[in-house]
């Protein structure tokens, strides 16, 4: 499959307006039957069912077969269901994929996709295993070959639907030490929230380790929400309503929103190309932003 092409700038906009809510999205150990049922009643956005880290090796078996049970049980609603596999080259990678193809959840996520090559790889493995075209892909970048190329791997392929930000990994593979405030790595994040816009796809941010912390959790929920994440990974249910809240437009930006629209549709009207609100110029590029800051209420309502 050939490389995705770049995008022009309606095209961008249509993909970021079609914004389907990713601002929790919950790591859940496959091998824990318990946890899979209270899956179905968490107000989560997207569930990730674990095959890897979460996973003794001996229970892995067991785990494939929960998560594709699940995938095809239709229980879980409106939650984005999707199944992260083991790593290429791992004893358990073909195996996973396969199944979790053929399961056809609404996303496979691999961990430590490095290429672009890899991306078409996985794509065509997918297919080849019947994977349905709803079931896209969602590759983790987790080190430093990933983030150097992460451009490369979003534009790589048209079932690639989401960049997955492997924090925890990414700080092993730098060297570097953990650290309110993320200095460390801030380019990383950084450089693969920007290969995601560019090629217009969905990006969410790495794990908050410590799940005793609320005051650091939304602290580094809201840094990356400053930054333009779409939301962030969670190891524990009890991070869900937070990352909701975090990533969710206040009622007073979604007032703000309208009131631009208005505003500028009102100049229009007069025969003018910009418009002022309170003493702010409004342009077009506020308008698109508006629209979308209407849109993301509107898709996060439709939930409820």
């Known amino acids: 499959m050939p490389p995705r092409p770049l995008p022009r700038k309606a095209d961008l906009v249509t993909q970021q307006t079609a914004y389907r809510p990713r601002r929790s999205v919950l790591y859940m150990p496959s091998s824990n039957e318990r ?19 979460a996973v003794a090796p001996d229970a892995k078996g067991a785990a494939r077969e929960n998560a594709c049970a699940a995938a095809r049980s239709g229980d879980y609603g409106r939650r984005e269901l999707t199944i992260r596999v083991n790593s290429l080259g791992s004893q358990w990678h073909d195996a996973d994929l396969a199944a979790a193809a053929a399961a056809g959840p609404d996303a496979i996520v691999v961990p430590k996709v490095n290429s672009a090559d890899e991306v078409r790889s996985l794509v065509a493995a997918m297919e080849a295993a019947g994977a349905p075209d709803h079931t896209r892909l969602w590759a983790m970048v987790e080190t430093p070959v990933a983030v150097l190329h992460a451009e490369e791997i979003a534009r790589a ?26 200095a460390a790595i801030a380019t990383s994040l950084q450089l693969a929230l920007l290969a995601a816009r560019a090629a217009g796809v969905a990006v969410v941010d790495g794990v908050f380790n410590d799940v005793k912390d609320e005051d650091g959790f939304l602290a580094e929920a809201r840094q990356g929400r400053e930054w333009g994440f779409d939301g962030k990974t969670l190891i524990h249910p009890g991070q869900v309503q937070l990352a909701n809240e975090v990533f969710a437009p206040s009622e007073a930006q979604v007032e703000d929103a309208r009131a631009v629209i208005a505003a500028f549709e009102e100049a229009q009207a007069q025969g003018r190309g910009v418009a002022t ?14 629209q979308k800051v209407l849109a993301t209420a509107e898709a996060i309502a439709a939930l409820s």
């Open 157 to 182: 392929s048209d079932r690639l639907a989401c960049l997955v930000l492997g924090t925890n990994d990414l700080y092993k593979e730098i060297g570097a030490t953990f650290a309110p405030g993320r």
């Open 35 to 53: 946890a899979l049922e209270k899956a179905k009643t968490l107000p989560v956005d997207a569930l990730i069912l674990d095959l890897e880290d």
């Open 277 to 290: 609100l309170n003493g702010r110029l409004i342009e077009n590029l506020h308008v698109d932003t508006a």
